[in-house]
């Protein structure tokens, strides 16, 4: 079947240091991957995506490359800022996008 | 940019009691919507496909008769709990495709709702 995984948080870091956040899945076929991001009392926002191996997803200098080799969709960002604080979720979708697989959200504290 | 609301945003109700809460696309039509469920510090899980003019599709274990869904317009789907039990408690988001606001893949969420059973 199809899951993903991804780091507990909270992560806690000082404003311009490197963010990691791991997501790794399992699934049947060939699924898209997906980083959203949550700011408090707001929903969810697609942040980026990956259609097929190999793609790399990027905005708002965050970034994710879909590794079918080791089936992972880390999240990275070189230096971060406090409004980036957020709870970042990690999602697969079938095919047909209808379905979406998420991970149990990850949430970042900036601290300036 | 497009945007999912939902009401209310939080609830308390007693056990034994109904609740409902809607879901909108407020600038956009959605012909599909979804339902998720999350528990604290767990991923959401999809529970249905809200299908406008037509029943909707529920996942695998999730009881159709406890957890109605409307989806009475191209803007709006409804999601009633029925006979409310504590065990129901959980935060229930909404989505809906973008469409062509939005690129290939991209779900709109709306904020979610709180729902406390007591």
């Known amino acids: 079947g199809n899951s993903v995984t991804q780091m507990e948080g909270p992560v806690t870091l000082s404003e311009e240091a490197f963010l990691t956040i791991n997501c790794t899945y399992t699934?049947?076929?060939?699924?898209?991957l997906f980083w959203y991001v949550q700011y408090p009392g707001e929903g969810l926002q697609l942040l980026l995506k990956?259609?097929?191996?190999?793609d790399k997803g990027s905005n708002k200098g965050f970034e994710a490359t879909y590794r079918k080799e080791t089936t992972s969709f880390h999240l990275e960002k070189g230096s971060v800022q406090v409004s980036d604080s957020a709870v970042y979720f990690c999602?697969?979708?079938?095919?047909?996008?209808?379905?979406?697989?998420f991970g149990s959200g990850t949430k970042l504290n900036v601290k300036p | 940019g497009a945007v999912v609301s939902q009401h209310p945003s939080w609830v308390i109700c007693k056990s034994g009691t109904s609740v409902k809460i809607e879901c909108r696309s407020l600038?956009?039509?959605?012909?599909?919507m979804f339902w998720y469920r999350q528990f604290p510090k767990q991923s959401l899980m999809l529970m249905a496909t809200?299908?406008?003019?037509?029943?909707?599709?529920?996942e695998q274990g999730v009881e159709k008769d406890k957890f109605l869904i409307n989806h009475a317009s191209l803007t709006l789907s409804t999601l009633t709990v029925t006979s409310a039990h504590p065990e129901d408690s959980s935060f229930y988001i909404c989505?809906?495709?973008?469409?062509?606001?939005?690129?290939?893949?991209?779900?709109?969420f709306g904020p979610g709702t709180r729902l406390t059973v007591t």
């Open positions: 600038d956009f039509q959605a012909t599909t």
């Open positions: 699934a049947t076929g060939y699924p898209s």
């Open positions: 809200s299908n406008e003019g037509s029943k909707a599709t529920y």
């Open positions: 999602a697969l979708s079938d095919r047909n996008f209808n379905k979406f697989y």
């Open positions: 990956a259609t097929k191996a190999d």
């Open positions: 989505s809906a495709p973008g469409g062509l606001l939005a690129g290939e893949g991209e779900q709109y």
